[in-house]
């Protein structure tokens, strides 16, 4: 850490900082520049240290060293992670898939839309029976009756389960039929939910917050890894930014800068990304050449009467014609699909 | 609802769309313009609609007319709604001041802090006892052991206390030392928290997410007014932009703007909006010119030692003065604080 | 500057570095921490020198220590400026409003309309006669014969006029009718526009750039201040953001922040910051209580036929209203108006 | 163009509105919806009817319908424009590659720069000699100089030249030595650049501005292309948003989206769209995966001692092993690179 001081900051006011960081248990170390004081604060930088020394008198800012996040670091680990769910693997030289509509609606849809998306090459299904939705009067998702389809649906194809846990209460009854627990974007930040799918052991899908910076996004990922549950897969759905043509902006450069940063492996929702079922393929595309190691689409047999998010859906000839195009990516980039 | 249609879009495109609409119970209506057809669907704009119309094969784009929100809709009810919690009043002419420590950090803290800040002018107390954290390794707050001290306060001073509230199943025991629950910025699409706040019937003081619109935060708060709870306070805290010379970007004028559309009180969050204690109090000033209901505040006896936040933390003595300026800004507006 | 070594940088890599900051003419000072070493460069820290050295092997971050204007900066002159034009002051006590037109539409109008201005209180008249337009196919403003109009009105009332200048070349002629010269926010990195301006000496009011960081804005402000012209006024007219509800979104603690960092006036543009008229009056408000020196906004006899921003501007009426409401604030901040 | 009423609009405000259309020339077709009346204003949508209409008595939105740009639309023009410039071809099969260094510096470094671009397969040579800097104290480039540097080293090598424009008294001199005109993302809306540029009729590289929606993106093209210059280029640089752990964030959703809406041909900057060389190759995949018909990227032998960008700038040998990479995502999608 670094305390800069004000190019006015007196030597009473240096001094006391320099014990207040002593005092914290770090070794102060001065540097006196041409304008400005800078204290280097030497030891282990804990979150929070910034925090305390900010609104010392004389300081002009605190610059953090260190990243926030351990556990989640690949400074920690080196060799890259592999999360394994009943069939899906994400993180190895095959680029997983997980394919499937928005909400689960009817047994049947889903387990004929799983068939054909096994056959298509996908190796997880995605359904949502508990739906996080934004107006308290729209349709909330099946819950218990919805995983059950999707159970049905695994049993049937051997499909790998992903869907979304909205609450630490809920976890435990997901856990029966899902083999991983999505965390959803509104709730990254969802302490109390992060800590229940941590002590689950459940491989987590956790999505990246619609404004949550890269460092707060490995943070919320620490809340899981801290529960001792390794199994965590990041995901990458579009941030919120001043753009009105695609329903999120999907920044890509995420992929390859969490891999430099992290061992965990880096899934990519070109669905959510961008909010057009015409942008899909082509950004499915690019999250393959960029280095995902999985992709997470919507998929629905008539995206015109899906009960959610049919203007990001697509098709399943839509998906295998997108599956077909990753397919070369992914060898262009030697890896499989 | 307008669904414009793509310049190239067949007769055929055209009436499926019509029939489509039809078949949601609203009523088409074709318009022929000069280079493209719209059509208006007539009837009761239901959330949800929009992605059902615009996978529709020849659809350009759909374009919502109504707002999506109804309980805190100011067409629904004209009169201004006042919160009253505990002596604390919200949306009458008297500005109301929160203030208090961002954690509660030991009985004597708290109740003599509280002490002056009663004697100041303040009508709330805040202060945090369940405390959501960006890192795991930070301090997490006192818990049961902190609202108990809140209440000692309470008791002592007659303050209302305001505390954030993190989960669904600790909102039994949060209102039981509360008057008011908080649900966090990170919370505000935690609809099961929604829910449950809600249900309790308690005041909420609901912070609007970091990167949330106006019309998300209406609906946010949709979820607990549509539990039968009217007891909701609006508070803006900052959204997250490009800027990097505070810690959020306050936007003020979401106070006349949620005064206009919406009958609930709008308190400000000069504190974390800021992010910098020494733009605390002209923040304050100009969030009372704009309208505001109500302030909170982070007060702290020494913010260098604070346990978080101090960087936007002032001292008594700042709160003080920010008192006596506020005040003189509140009878500009013909307001009392 | 302090240059942050990667956890596994070597020791040749630290040395290299270390010798790269004593090509540059700074003076190293490596620091070894518990993780990482860090390398303080001592010695004036110019711009572009984190650009040399964050390529280097074993460099993970440079973070630079002092800011990176001088001319604009409070350190550098303690006491604030006043710039003076016919009449029209901005950084004293008395807070200035320049109002006026988004276009000069024809002399009666704006004849007319500056004695009506002139009479309810405002310093300056303000008047687009070249309009930067997004399209090339709206109306681009009368240009000089605008000027002409703008000098008609200046005349017969002795306002100061601040109109937009677009172009290098057309800041002589700009310079014979106006008493300040407004450069948009298109063109807030414009250099070339910025030295001419700095090179006629006349008063300049420079809207930030809407994406602009409040470093970059300083900096904008220092390219006329570098050509010798001291008489610059910054203008906050609204950044870009997610915000829909809005034109822009008006970040009024840019206010406070400027008057801390910077000796020079500022300037609230409250029509542009918010794209709505309803909303003109408050954000005027809260502006000055924020310490805004001076206002800017769109008035028009009859908006709904003004040929440009008509949404954002309000009548005569209203602006006499305005004027009332901030007046009251303006003494309870110990100003005038 | 759909205008909105408020649900208490009175009759005589919604016939006012009418016959407002119908001075405009545009014929009104009123909607009585069940809560809210809206009126479809059907004929030729002008860029600015918008504001016309929107400050009108009981009117609460306007919603516009046509896109706002012409000549740039594919609707105009279905065919995709290829841009052709001394045997540099963007638009078609063949991927081109623009590469270089940010500045010019000496004579020797560009000619051997370019000989080894040029093997590697790069078709374009880029090279600042007018550099806009953000601090006026930074390197502003060798200008005429430097030009003469980039016309020997197009001698030598064939390369075409790309270089930026950052005036309009500029254009004739930049245009005697290069053949590709840059506009700089801080100048997309100078409009006087653009049209100088439009009017040169040499082939133009324009860069989406940080914070530039892709309608005003267009439109920017539009102020060239209605100049009868029809040689224009698209491209994306990244765009300012709340991350910063990459520079700009760079969203390549644009690609596929401008292909549907125009027929211009769209470039990647993975330099500025990351600002850290490490991103440069993936990023560059994940562009021509997602359709990008060039790439431009900075270059420099010695990124260490580069005068400017030195951070997101690759070597020669990074180059290479870009375009290796790019090579093989080029051919999965059918095109050569």
């Known amino acids: 850490m670094i305390v800069v001081m004000k190019s006015d ?66 400074e920690l680990k080196r060799e890259r992670s592999v999360v394994k769910a009943h069939g899906l693997e994400v993180g190895g030289k095959r680029i997983a898939v997980i ?31 508990f739906k996080p939705r934004t107006s308290p009067y729209s349709f909330q998702g099946h819950k218990e009756a919805g995983l059950k389809m999707l159970a049905t649906a695994r049993a049937e194809t051997g499909l790998a389960i992903v869907t979304e846990v909205m609450a ?3 976890v435990d009854m997901v856990s029966e039929y899902a083999d991983v627990l999505q965390i959803g974007a509104r709730n990254m930040q969802n302490y109390q939910l992060l800590q229940a799918v941590g002590d689950s052991g459940k491989p987590a899908l956790l ?24 199994n965590v897969m990041l995901c990458e759905r579009g941030i919120r930014t001043y753009e009105d043509h695609t329903r999120f902006t999907l920044p890509l450069a995420t992929v390859p800068y969490l891999h430099e940063k992290s061992h965990l492996p880096v899934v990519v929702d070109p669905s959510h990304g961008t909010g057009k079922s015409r942008l899909v393929t082509p950004m499915s595309r690019a999250a393959v050449a960029a280095g995902a190691d999985a992709l997470i689409v919507e998929v629905h047999d008539d995206p015109e009467h899906a009960v959610s998010d049919g203007a990001q859906t697509i098709t399943p000839a839509g998906f295998k014609e997108m599956m077909d195009q990753c397919r070369r990516i992914a060898e262009a980039v030697d890896r499989t699909l």
Request: charged share 25%.
């Open 207 to 230: 999505k990246r917050g619609m404004s949550a910076t890269v460092d707060e996004f490995l943070l919320a990922a620490e809340y899981i890894l801290d529960r001792n549950n390794p």
């Open 9 to 74: 900051a007196t030597a009473a006011q240096i001094e006391h900082i320099a014990a207040h960081i002593t005092s914290l248990g770090l070794k102060p170390q001065v540097i006196q520049g041409t304008h400005q004081t800078v204290i280097a604060a030497i030891g282990e930088e804990r979150p929070g240290l910034t925090e305390v020394l900010e609104p010392g008198d004389g300081v002009e800012k605190v610059l953090p060293i260190m990243a926030p996040y351990k556990r989640a670091s690949s």
């Open 168 to 170: 630490p209460e809920h």
């Open 99 to 129: 394919a499937g509509p928005c909400s689960v609606e009817d047994e049947e849809q889903i387990v004929n839309l799983a068939r054909k998306l096994k056959e298509l090459g996908a190796t997880g299904l995605r359904g949502g029976a």
